[in-house]
């Protein structure tokens, strides 16, 4: 079940490396309507090395949201009566479409399909709900409690991704600083370099041309800075003007260098279009990470860096240092990853 376009890129992985299993991607919790879904389209045009490529409905705005799951739910009764899974994997174990799925799965069907965790970025690493009390205790005495009441005594929220009663093995990108309860289950590694080697470099070649991705071949320095969405600038650097500044002075010390926005992002908050080369923002930074060899990473204390030191080890990765909180939960991965500050 892929509900981020970093959970299609790693299902990637999985199915080259098993030769045995047919596997079926199915896009959930999407925005865009399916003929305006561009990666959906992409995935269905490339289609190895899937078996297949699906898509739930987009909720219409008419739909209110117990009738929109109640319709899901039926659509992933016939879905999951045809294929029987032996194995259902995920990037989001809280998910109502997925726990649906694995009780209908081996109570309805008795099958005995096991759960499988996918790697998520920083939220596989830290959960960051410790570090929202208030959001906490209303999923816990809240929204819980309602969603069971809604639908099942299936549902359960775990306390990190990847520790739900469901999963039976998490599939990461780091496994030896997974979190505590992922390191209680079954873990397997998915390895960085294969990447660049054999079926996969040559689909995800197809997918560089969809999004007309180049190497930067006679570039002196390879330079990638990546930026936080606009929506969190304030939280992280007190201002515009703060994180303004010290993009400014990366770009005097790299005039050649590549900027992304988040894959979320619309336009040039930032007003860098005059000033440096841009790489596409609704591409997941994977894609490119797996296709341009870069000498230097640069960004906020994101998924991004991590994904970064995964695909490309040899790379200087570095991240911008701000007082927030979420910078603050993460600094100590960073570091077990040799992710250093960046000093301007």
Excluded at 44 to 66: C, D, G, N, W, Y
Excluded at 130 to 148: A, E, N, V, W
Excluded at 232 to 248: A, D, Q, R, T, W
Aim: proline residues 4%; hydrophobic residues 40%; charged residues 25%.
């Amino acid at each position: 079940m892929v509900s981020t376009f970093r959970h299609l890129f790693l299902g990637l992985s999985l199915a080259c490396s098993d030769k045995v299993s047919r596997y079926h991607v199915l896009f959930i919790d999407q925005k865009t309507e399916e003929e305006n879904n561009r990666f959906y389209q992409i995935a269905k045009e490339v289609l190895k090395p899937f078996a297949t490529v699906s898509a739930i409905p987009v909720r219409l705005k008419v739909q209110s949201k117990k009738k929109y799951r109640n319709v899901v739910f039926r659509l992933l009764d016939a879905m999951l009566e045809t294929l029987k899974p032996v194995e259902l994997i995920t990037g989001n174990d809280r998910r109502l479409e997925f726990q649906y799925a694995m009780y209908f799965l081996t109570n309805k069907l008795s099958l005995k399909t096991q759960g499988g965790y996918l790697d998520d970025g920083t939220g596989s690493y830290r959960n960051m709900h410790d570090f929202k009390h208030l959001s906490r205790l209303s999923d816990q005495l809240i929204d819980t409690p309602l969603k069971r009441l809604a639908y099942g005594r299936w549902y359960h929220r775990p306390k990190t991704l990847g520790a739900s009663k469901w999963i039976d093995c998490s599939y990461l990108t780091f496994p030896d600083i997974a979190l505590s309860p992922l390191k209680s289950k079954k873990i397997l590694k998915i390895e960085g370099p294969q990447y660049t080697k054999g079926f996969l470099a040559s689909i995800i070649k197809e997918y560089a041309n969809y999004f007309c991705i180049e190497s930067c071949s006679g570039v002196s320095k390879s330079v990638l800075i990546a930026l936080p969405h606009s929506s969190i600038i304030k939280e992280l650097y007190g201002s515009k003007y703060n994180l303004m500044s010290k993009v400014e002075e990366m770009l005097r010390l790299y005039p050649s260098a590549f900027v992304k926005y988040h894959p979320r992002e619309v336009g040039d908050p930032l007003g860098l279009k005059e000033r440096a080369t841009f790489l596409s923002a609704s591409v997941p930074a994977e894609f490119y990470l797996a296709t341009i060899n870069f000498d230097l990473v640069i960004g906020d204390v994101s998924t991004v860096l991590m994904s970064a030191k995964w695909l490309q080890p040899g790379c200087d990765v570095q991240y911008l240092p701000n007082n927030s909180g979420h910078t603050k939960a993460l600094k100590s991965i960073f570091q077990d990853l040799n992710i250093n500050e960046f000093v301007l």
